[in-house]
Structures are given as structure tokens and as C-alpha cells.
């Protein structure tokens, strides 16, 4: 996964999500932990 993906995809949960992707104790009013937020390997990705 190419990093300048990686980081894209966090501005955009921020920026349209809300999701404070810098403060990892609040993942949880957002659904989940941020790797089951963001599901970058496996067949979630093809």
C-alpha cells in the first residue's frame, strides 16, 4: 500500500468522516479501532 495512499485516506476520513485520526481513545464513538475503520490489505482492498 503506497503511503501517499495511506495518508489520503486519513484526510479524508477527517475532513468528511470527523474522525479524529490522530487521537486513537476516541476511534470508538467512530465505530471500531482505525484498523477495522480503514481496511487496507486483504480482499477489502481489491
Known sequence: ???????KLLDVLKS??????DEPSR??????E???LVMVWG????
Request: charged share 25%; net charge negative.
Open 1 to 7: 500500500m503506497p503511503l501517499d495512499f495511506c495518508e
Open 16 to 21: 468528511e468522516l470527523a474522525v479524529p485520526t
Open 27 to 32: 476511534w470508538d464513538n467512530f465505530g471500531s
Open 34 to 36: 482505525m484498523r477495522k
Open 43 to 46: 480482499n477489502q482492498m481489491q
